[in-house]
């Protein structure tokens, strides 16, 4: 066994928002990697559209810079709960972490999730304090708590032997002290060197497990993932050996590694170095190449359980197929199928209806980014209410419960509260700060965190952050019975109009304008009282002869409440379903026809095929 000093591989780990990918930018920045003509952006690695727009990571992405002739490739990972089978998927590849902790926040759910993750791998940990320019940091006490944390999750005594370095990621220092004025951010990079442990060479012939994948229109497939002996060059011929122990044999095309943004093509890569190959079709995540003189499978990744299911199902309102560029059952089935390749926590499976898939994922928000990725490529399809899954141990039906963290002011303890015990949810801590800042904690389950998102920020006037977390299964208590008000069903096909919709506005708020095409059984608002009502939005006014004084006052509409995706995925009950197209997200009765869903045809949920 040797050493291989001119490499370190480390991960970013941290709760949301603690800025590991800002720390990403400031290493990219300092070490000079970009041409002259790349743009020099923020959050440079969340290149993902939708990661842009939302601000999060929601992908595990590599990059690299050298310092002092050591190539640090650096893994920068998402933060957020639903995305952190991203995390156990990649941290394989690493030696060290960095555990970035906000200076005000302090270590927090996912903080405790990623470190137990990157210190059970046996990983040498770094904490960087961060966000130290912020005006309430409490540096010395958020360091204790880290400690304390460490104390908690270190599975040997060395790993509670951690170098603090203090950052402010934003402005692209690092210092060792606090207090101490920053420059730049080679404290970091000389910790790393000096920390890290460079990565162990086996002997033995080329070994590789496939971490991550990647797709390009020219170059095809690209595998990623950390040698772990031996070397690989272009054209050399491997094997690949799948989940099911099937072994496949390729010939390797192309093989690069990372610097700044870049894949740079080199003619062998060593062990120890994180590699990107192409020329290797039909690899997934977790499968092994090796070279074909020891074809001999690595441990696969473990990745949690899916927590919440929904259904996509082809999309059966009458205006299905004239928006989407991919409609049918077959377009859908592959597109989701193809997803697994990549997104590891998912689960996709048939059912006894063969038009609707059951989609599992590790939250609202991890099958929400799905829908929005697949409504962006031009898919159209339907979705049904998230659940939480529930299944049977030992002849009991457990559920899985979580832990919510909700930072707020004092105001809005009472309604918050108060909306939560009745989603059978426990309150295990407040902690009040003396100065009108709050931070409660619940064990909830994950059937009381659906449909909540939308509440709470409308509740706490966008004022607070909620966070959970995957705590266990437990036995289930009962339903929550959903208290939100009936909607407003259009009863006629055809074009809103104003007349129509003022008169709905009488019954209730509205969701469509004017012109808006509508169908039997689509919902276009919600009622002020708890049953749905059906009401005719395309109805003109008769026309008479009578003139009356007020009859050619033009009516002015309350402007309507349009939901975005995730609200309107929390906004649906059990028979009702999110028709997704790319132009349009419309929300809609399960059963179209008011007399039908009056004789109680409540349209039932498709089954797993066995
Ligand atoms: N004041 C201050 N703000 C910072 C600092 N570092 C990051 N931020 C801000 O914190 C926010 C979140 O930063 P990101 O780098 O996206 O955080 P992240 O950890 O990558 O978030 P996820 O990937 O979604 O988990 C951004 O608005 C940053 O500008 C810092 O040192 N000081
Ligand atoms: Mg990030």
């Given at each position: 066994?040797?050493f291989?000093?001119?490499?370190?591989?480390?991960?970013i780990?941290?709760?949301?928002d603690?800025g590991k990918?800002?720390?990403?930018?400031?290493?990219?920045?300092?070490?000079?990697?970009?041409?002259?003509?790349q743009?020099?952006g923020?959050?440079?690695?969340?290149?993902?559209?939708?990661?842009?727009?939302?601000?999060?990571?929601?992908m595990?992405?590599n990059?690299?810079?050298?310092?002092q002739?050591?190539?640090i490739?650096?893994?920068?990972?998402?933060?957020?709960?639903d995305f952190?089978?991203?995390?156990?998927?990649?941290?394989?590849m690493?030696?060290g972490?960095?555990l970035?902790?906000?200076?005000?926040?302090g270590?927090?759910?996912?903080?405790?999730?990623?470190?137990r993750h990157?210190?059970?791998?046996?990983?040498?940990?770094?904490v960087?304090i961060n966000k130290?320019d912020r005006?309430n940091?409490?540096?010395?006490?958020?360091?204790?708590?880290t400690?304390d944390?460490?104390?908690?999750?270190?599975?040997?005594?060395?790993q509670l032997?951690?170098p603090?370095?203090?950052?402010?990621?934003?402005?692209?220092?690092?210092?060792t002290?606090?207090?101490?004025?920053?420059?730049?951010i080679?404290?970091?990079?000389?910790?790393?060197l000096?920390?890290?442990?460079?990565?162990?060479?086996?002997?033995?012939?080329f070994q590789?497990?496939?971490?991550?994948l990647?797709y390009?229109?020219?170059?095809?497939?690209?595998?990623?993932?950390r040698?772990l002996r031996?070397k690989?060059?272009?054209h050399?011929?491997?094997a690949?050996?799948?989940?099911?122990?099937?072994v496949?044999?390729?010939?390797?095309a192309?093989?690069f590694?990372y610097?700044g943004l870049?894949?740079?093509?080199i003619?062998q890569?060593?062990?120890?170095?994180?590699v990107?190959?192409t020329?290797?079709?039909?690899?997934?995540i977790g499968?092994?190449i090796?070279?074909?003189?020891?074809?001999?499978?690595?441990?696969?990744?473990?990745?949690g359980?899916?927590?919440?299911?929904?259904?996509?199902?082809?999309?059966?309102?009458p205006l299905a197929?004239?928006?989407?560029g991919?409609?049918t059952?077959?377009?859908?089935r592959?597109?989701?199928?193809?997803?697994?390749e990549?997104n590891?926590?998912?689960?996709v499976?048939d059912?006894?209806?063969?038009?609707t898939?059951?989609v599992?994922?590790?939250g609202?928000?991890?099958?929400?980014?799905?829908?929005?990725?697949?409504?962006?490529?031009g898919y159209?399809?339907?979705?049904?209410k998230p659940?939480?899954?529930?299944?049977?141990?030992d002849?009991?039906?457990?559920?899985?419960?979580?832990l919510?963290?909700?930072?707020?002011k004092?105001?809005?303890?009472?309604?918050?509260?108060?909306?939560l015990?009745?989603?059978?949810?426990?309150?295990t801590?407040?902690?009040n700060d003396?100065?009108?800042?709050?931070?409660l904690?619940?064990?909830?389950?994950?059937?009381?965190?659906?449909?909540l998102?939308s509440?709470f920020?409308i509740?706490?006037?966008?004022?607070?952050i909620?966070n959970?977390?995957?705590l266990d299964?437990?036995?289930?208590?009962?339903?929550?019975v959903?208290n939100?008000?009936?909607?407003?069903?259009?009863?006629?096909?055809?074009?809103?109009i104003?007349?129509?919709l003022?008169?709905?506005?009488?019954?209730g708020?509205?969701?469509?304008?004017p012109g808006?095409?509508?169908y039997?059984?689509?919902?276009?608002?919600q009622?002020s009282r708890?049953?749905?009502i059906p009401?005719?939005?395309?109805?003109?006014?008769?026309?008479?002869?009578?003139?009356?004084?007020?009859?050619?006052?033009?009516v002015k509409?309350?402007p309507p409440l349009?939901?975005?995706l995730?609200?309107a995925?929390d906004?649906?009950?059990?028979?009702?379903?999110?028709?997704?197209?790319?132009?349009?997200i419309?929300?809609r009765?399960?059963?179209?026809t008011?007399?039908q869903?009056?004789?109680g045809?409540?349209?039932?949920?498709p089954r797993?095929?066995k």
């Amino acid at each position: 066994m040797s050493f291989r000093n001119d490499i370190r591989n480390i991960a970013i780990i941290a709760h949301v928002d603690h800025g590991k990918t800002t720390l990403v930018d400031a290493m990219l920045k300092q070490s000079k990697v970009f041409r002259i003509n790349q743009a020099m952006g923020n959050l440079i690695m969340d290149s993902n559209a939708l990661e842009r727009e939302k601000g999060i990571t929601i992908m595990s992405k590599n990059t690299a810079v050298m310092y002092q002739g050591v190539k640090i490739n650096i893994i920068d990972t998402p933060g957020h709960a639903d995305f952190s089978g991203e995390v156990e998927r990649i941290i394989s590849m690493a030696d060290g972490c960095l555990l970035l902790v906000d200076s005000v926040e302090g270590p927090m759910p996912q903080t405790r999730f990623v470190l137990r993750h990157a210190l059970k791998r046996g990983l040498k940990p770094i904490v960087v304090i961060n966000k130290i320019d912020r005006a309430n940091a409490r540096i010395a006490e958020v360091v204790t708590i880290t400690q304390d944390l460490f104390l908690e999750l270190a599975t040997s005594a060395d790993q509670l032997d951690f170098p603090i370095l203090y950052a402010n990621a934003k402005e692209g220092t690092a210092v060792t002290e606090p207090g101490m004025p920053g420059k730049d951010i080679s404290k970091l990079f000389d910790c790393i060197l000096a920390e890290v442990p460079p990565p162990h060479i086996e002997g033995g012939q080329f070994q590789m497990l496939v971490s991550n994948l990647n797709y390009d229109n020219y170059k095809g497939r690209i595998t990623i993932g950390r040698i772990l002996r031996g070397k690989v060059a272009p054209h050399d011929s491997v094997a690949k050996i799948s989940a099911n122990g099937e072994v496949s044999y390729h010939k390797v095309a192309e093989v690069f590694t990372y610097l700044g943004l870049e894949r740079i093509k080199i003619e062998q890569a060593d062990a120890g170095d994180i590699v990107a190959i192409t020329g290797i079709e039909e690899a997934s995540i977790g499968d092994t190449i090796t070279s074909l003189d020891d074809i001999k499978a690595l441990p696969r990744i473990e990745i949690g359980e899916p927590t919440v299911e929904m259904t996509f199902g082809v999309n059966t309102s009458p205006l299905a197929g004239k928006e989407g560029g991919f409609c049918t059952t077959r377009q859908l089935r592959e597109r989701l199928y193809r997803e697994l390749e990549t997104n590891i926590s998912l689960r996709v499976q048939d059912t006894d209806s063969p038009d609707t898939f059951l989609v599992k994922g590790r939250g609202q928000l991890h099958l929400a980014i799905l829908i929005e990725n697949m409504r962006r490529e031009g898919y159209e399809f339907e979705i049904s209410k998230p659940e939480a899954i529930t299944k049977v141990i030992d002849g009991k039906l457990v559920e899985p419960v979580e832990l919510l963290t909700i930072d707020t002011k004092d105001e809005y303890i009472g309604v918050l509260t108060e909306a939560l015990s009745k989603r059978q949810a426990l309150m295990t801590d407040m902690r009040n700060d003396g100065m009108g800042n709050v931070r409660l904690v619940f064990k909830i389950p994950t059937k009381g965190l659906l449909g909540l998102h939308s509440y709470f920020l409308i509740s706490t006037h966008g004022d607070s952050i909620m966070n959970t977390m995957f705590l266990d299964f437990e036995p289930c208590h009962g339903e929550i019975v959903s208290n939100r008000n009936g909607v407003l069903v259009a009863s006629e096909t055809g074009k809103a109009i104003t007349y129509g919709l003022n008169n709905a506005q009488g019954r209730g708020l509205t969701f469509i304008e004017p012109g808006t095409k509508v169908y039997e059984g689509m919902i276009v608002g919600q009622n002020s009282r708890l049953q749905d009502i059906p009401v005719n939005v395309c109805k003109e006014k008769k026309k008479t002869n009578i003139r009356s004084s007020t009859s050619d006052i033009a009516v002015k509409l309350t402007p309507p409440l349009k939901m975005s995706l995730e609200q309107a995925i929390d906004f649906i009950n059990k028979d009702e379903l999110v028709e997704v197209t790319p132009q349009n997200i419309r929300l809609r009765k399960k059963v179209l026809t008011y007399s039908q869903r009056l004789r109680g045809a409540a349209a039932s949920r498709p089954r797993v095929k066995k």
